[in-house]
Structures are given as structure tokens and as C-alpha cells.
């Protein structure tokens, strides 16, 4: 079983729409989360920290829930740039080791 | 500034020849991995440097790679001798102290082995 589990999508949304996902991770010892972004052919990009108050930055609103151990990423008001793939980022107890999900990938179309 | 800079951006190379991929990571960043990426697998970490030092290599797939970083300023990957499978997209990253989950990636190198 992977570490870091993601629905890969296609999630394919209409400009101006909302589109939420979920990841799940198996080890609870994993400290830190992150969502990175990759575009096709490009490399990964950090685009947020999970905090586990939840956090936002901007039209993107990331939370934690160690409970159940599941990390979400909404977008609001989806842009056309925002297609690309989104990496669910696990950063283990060991303090360097990221575990990344295979992605999601989102498509906003005009 | 200048990001992560990795070179060359592809290498076509024929099999059982070797190959050498090149990183400079940014400057002020302490740690630097090496990611191998395919369709199949997805990203996986093949060895992390901290301080010029390898802390884990668990990642590197076999004796033929290998992976120095004789400063802080630069990392190299040797595959020798490379194989068909070897063919992925290899990135680079680097992050600031205390910062390992922040990591900033290079544009990678686009390898086939015919």
C-alpha cells in the first residue's frame, strides 16, 4: 500500500467553478503536509503547508484531518491556469523523507 | 534568483553507456535530493544529502548509481551502465535548514536509454 493515497481524476470543471479533492495518508507518525503543484512536463512546486487549523492562501483552501488521516485541497473560482497536477506531500517523522501521492490532476476548461 | 539548476535538460543515450546528470542547488540550502519520476511509479527519492553528506541512499535502485556532492554547490548522478528502464524524468531538489518538507525542484533531466 502506498504511503500517500489520491484519486488521480481527471477532475475536469468549467472556469469559475469550485473543485475539491482528498488524499489519504497510512502513516501516523507522519508530521508535516503539503500540497506541491506540477504542471505537464515541469517540475513539482510547493503551492501550500497544511496547517491543522486549516489554511488558506488565496482561492485555495487546504485541511488536515489527523483523525482520519485525510488531507483536502479546494480551489475556488477555478482559473484555466490552474489545470495541472496536484501532489499530496507527506513529510515523515524522520524530518526529510516526503512521501508524495501519485496526484490529481484538474482540468478547468473555458 | 536562480533556482535549481540541472543539466542537461535531456540525454538520449544508447544502453550500457554511462550517464552523468549534474545539479547546482541554491545557494544557502543545506539538504539536496535526487528524485527518479515515471508514469509507473510516480516520484520516488533515490538518495538525500545533508551538509555534502548522504544520509540515505535506500532510494538508489542498484549498484549502478551513484550520486556525489563533493560541495555545497554541486551534486552529480552517474548511472553506469545505464539500461532501457532507467528512462524516467530525474529532478533535483534542494531546501533551506531546518525546512527538509519545503523543497525546491529543478527543471529535471529527461533520460531514454535506447
Known amino acids: 500500500r502506498k504511503e500517500v493515497e489520491q484519486d488521480p481524476g481527471p477532475f475536469n470543471v468549467p472556469e469559475g467553478a469550485t473543485v475539491a479533492f482528498n488524499c489519504t495518508y497510512s502513516?501516523?507518525?507522519?508530521?508535516?503536509f503539503f500540497w506541491y503543484r506540477q504542471d505537464c512536463r515541469k517540475e513539482p512546486k510547493l503551492l501550500m503547508s497544511?496547517?491543522?487549523s486549516g489554511n488558506e492562501d488565496g482561492r485555495f483552501t487546504a485541511q488536515l484531518n489527523r483523525a482520519s488521516q485525510y488531507i483536502s485541497l479546494l480551489i475556488r473560482d477555478s482559473k484555466l491556469s490552474d489545470s495541472a497536477t496536484y501532489l499530496c506531500v507527506a513529510l515523515l517523522s524522520n524530518d526529510y523523507k516526503l512521501s508524495f501521492g501519485a496526484g490529481t490532476t484538474v482540468t478547468v476548461r473555458a | 534568483d536562480a533556482g535549481v539548476i540541472q543539466s542537461p535538460r535531456h540525454e538520449v543515450t544508447e544502453m550500457g553507456q554511462e550517464v552523468t546528470l549534474r545539479c547546482k542547488p541554491i545557494s544557502g540550502h543545506n539538504s539536496l535530493f535526487w528524485y527518479r519520476q515515471t508514469m509507473m511509479r510516480g516520484l520516488e527519492l533515490l538518495i538525500y544529502f545533508n551538509n555534502n553528506v548522504p544520509i540515505d541512499d535506500s532510494g538508489m535502485p542498484e549498484d549502478r548509481f551513484s550520486a556525489k556532492m563533493p560541495n555545497a554547490s554541486f551534486s552529480t548522478l552517474k548511472i553506469q551502465p545505464s539500461e532501457p528502464r532507467d528512462s524516467a524524468v530525474y529532478f533535483c531538489a534542494s531546501s533551506p535548514p531546518g525546512q527538509q518538507g519545503i523543497q525546491y525542484f529543478g527543471a529535471g533531466t529527461r533520460l531514454s536509454v535506447l
Open positions: 502513516n501516523s507518525a507522519s508530521q508535516s
Open positions: 497544511v496547517y491543522s
